[in-house]
């Protein structure tokens, strides 16, 4: 009985949202031309889902989402490693990387639009640049972490410096990298979208600016709401496979 | 004066119902120390949790000064074993002892003496504007003695305050205690699982059966009010009373 | 290591590479990477103390403003939340969709609501924002210790002492991450809703510069934007550093024991 009621609650919750989203324009609470009720975006989002049009941009969000996780998870990673693994080149690169972080991503879109213009490119740039950091913080956190003891015990045996990247430092980095890919994948899907927004290179995004551009208030909310159900999706698969391939590791951390 | 009648306490733990306590009867007269010994796992805590009124229990009733128990009444003050999570590790060890007593309302004139007075009295003079973090174990449970000695309270609960201080220490806050009842007329209840401090410090022991718990026996202790650790524990009456008290302590293990 | 060392090991770097950056670029031809010197000239010239006052002022008030508000909402709510578990299992499926909603494609909602000016900048940040501070509140409320709650009870440290004095400061760590978090949601958010509809702002004259090919102006906003993150993160660390001193001081004990 504990065991199903959350579900049921949550289930409940989203019903009365969707209630909330039914009646607030159909009662006049709010004007129907900004806010579509419920039934009228569910139609909207049929139809969108019989359009090859909708199918299509999705999958060029999927597209550059992947390429771009893609990219960005193997540079942080080797990057990761050899800045993480040599003290002095990790002393010279910290306020580097402690000043290149923060910097909006979105700062780069005008660079990215006179580079690339609105193809694809704009979006991978800006999806790699924004997820590379997620990935390079968590690996050199977790370099650092690396037990000393199990590091001079490595040494002490004479392993060569590959085994000691190999059984040593791979292994203890491994729960950062996979904390790093899933917030990289999240933020990546952010910066895909956001890009096709902005710039209008193929995606989603783009499709969410024609139907504001043209009016189209109901198909807006579906495919706003598909890029909230893609996130949600994200989400749940990279924390899924997040625990279902480190259920071995003892130290499979908590949130960051 | 604490009053325990016909305490009965049943938790439900996955559908399944496990009592806890069975049925508890003792009492507690006005300014005297009692300590409850029992097993490992014998629901000390249980029944110090409901005499403190932090926990409902399932049947039967407490009294403190003929006043039913349906929360945590005025006038008592509780030491929890784990003083790590129990002090407030964002306030220093001034503010910890004095929050209490802002809660009760106490005028600021007058609280200021009241920590100064209790913290002296624990021996931390001094030490008021650290954080408990920066404590040793032994000293951050010394101020959770003095947040309890500057609430003024009529009863006192300790919840095997000293399980997980060095035993050095633990002789040092033993006598900590008993001078701090003689001096400040207070009603003790002493939870422990060690029989030696059990009968080092108590006017009268109430030993417990292994779960579902009931009263197994109850002793008197006939030793000097002056007690120290080296003349008291060498006492013949001593190892006496300690034999009797590990004697029925075994015998409730056995569940007899 | 001593402190020059340090010094050296922190500005080396950037040195080397604005130097490579300066040395490369100095003879460049090409129309979209102009010499750096250009740029900072370009630099020196946009941005004077009348252009900040007209765009980056306003952009920042409104930051401010949508952040701020998102704290205050987010914390209230995450309070609310975390303390009451039947509405948590009410709530989270909705709270962990919207959190998953890129924040940027509020804008052309919001914008339907709010039109273009002030107020729709900062309900967009606030939008954005409040989800991350929010769902970390609620984390931190969950995770409140439970002998520091019985504590709290067993001293009568009730009703709204103990949301001060306990449950805020125990999820304080837990908050912080969420404000830090919507702090780089939120300078994005602003960027991107001047993108879309601004007669001000830095995100409007930027997308100007590159639209008018006034390249090294473009280049010295990009650079400006980056300081103004960089800023933002550092002074938020400096904040949070001070707040919860006793949080990295309980750490620290906790590691060596």
Sequence with gaps: MTRFRPVLLGAAGLAGLLLVIELAPRTGLVDERFLPPASRILAALAREAGSPAFWAALGDTLVAWALGLAVAAGAGVLAGLVIGSVPALRALTASTVEFLRPIPSVALIPLAVLLYGTGLGSTLMLVCYAAFWQVLVQVLYGVADVDPVAFETARSFRFSPWARVRYVLWPTALPYVFTGVRLAASVALVLAITAELVIGSPGLGKEIAVAQASEAVPAMYALIVVTGLLGVVINVAARFSERRFLAWHQSVRGEI | ?256 | ?257
């Design chain 2, 1 to 256: 004066m604490l009053e325990v009648k016909g305490l009965r306490k049943v938790y439900q733990a996955g559908g399944r119902e496990v009592e806890a306590l069975r049925d508890l009867t003792f009492t507690v007269d006005r300014g005297e120390l009692v300590c409850l010994v029992g097993p490992s796992g014998c629901g000390k805590t249980t029944l110090l949790r409901c005499v403190a009124g932090l926990l409902d229990p399932s049947g039967g009733e407490v009294e403190v000064d003929g006043k039913a128990v349906d929360g945590p009444p005025p006038g008592m003050a509780v030491v929890f074993q784990e003083y790590g999570r129990s002090l407030f590790p964002w306030m220093t060890v001034k503010a910890n002892v004095e929050l209490p007593l802002k809660q009760k309302k106490v005028p600021k004139p007058r609280r200021a003496e009241l920590v100064e007075q209790s913290l002296d009295a624990v021996g931390l003079t001094g030490n008021a504007d650290a954080y408990p973090w920066q404590l040793s174990g032994g000293m951050q449970q010394r101020v959770a003695i003095a947040r309890a000695v500057a609430y003024e309270p009529r009863t006192l609960l300790m919840d095997e305050p000293f399980a997980a201080v060095d035993a050095q220490t633990r002789a040092d806050l033993e006598d900590l205690v008993r001078s701090l009842w003689k001096r400040l007329d207070v009603t003790i209840l002493f939870v422990t699982h060690d029989i030696d401090e059990s009968v080092y410090l108590g006017q009268r022991v109430v030993m417990l059966s292994s779960s579902p718990t009931v009263v197994q026996d109850e002793l008197t202790i006939d030793l000097p009010a002056e007690r120290d650790q080296l003349t008291t524990r060498a006492d013949p009456r001593f190892a006496e009373l300690r034999t009797k008290v590990y004697q029925q302590i075994q015998l409730a293990k056995k569940g007899a």
């Design chain 3, 1 to 257: 290591m001593s402190f020059m060392r340090k010094i050296g090991y922190a500005v080396g770097l950037p040195l080397i590479l604005f130097g490579l950056w300066f040395v490369l670029s100095s003879g460049s031809e090409s129309f979209y990477a102009p010499p750096l010197g250009t740029i900072l000239t370009a630099f020196g010239d946009t941005w004077t103390w009348p252009a900040i006052r007209a765009d980056v002022l306003p952009s920042l008030l409104r930051l401010a403003a949508g952040y701020l508000l998102a704290a205050v909402v987010g914390v209230t709510l995450g309070v609310a939340i975390g303390l009451d578990r039947r509405l948590r299992a009410t709530v989270e499926p909705v709270l962990e969709f919207f959190r998953a909603v890129p924040p940027p494609v509020l804008v052309p909602v919001i914008m339907l609501f709010a039109g273009i000016g002030d107020a729709m900048k900062v309900i967009v940040i606030v939008f954005g924002c409040v989800w991350p501070i929010l769902l970390n509140t609620v984390e931190g409320v969950r995770a409140v210790d439970s002998v520091q709650l019985e504590t709290a009870r067993a001293y009568g440290v009730t009703g709204p002492a103990r949301i001060t004095r306990v449950i805020l400061p125990s999820a304080s760590p837990q908050i912080a991450a969420g404000l830090r978090q919507a702090l780089s949601i939120a300078i994005i958010l602003m960027v991107i809703s001047e993108m879309f509809a601004a007669s001000n702002g830095l995100g409007f004259t930027i997308v100007q510069f590159q639209r008018s090919f006034a390249i090294p102006e473009m280049w010295s906003g990009i650079i400006l934007l980056g300081l103004l993150g960089f800023g933002l993160s550092l002074l938020f660390r400096l904040a949070e550093r001070r707040a919860l001193r006793w949080y990295e001081g309980l750490r620290a004990a906790q590691r060596t024991r």
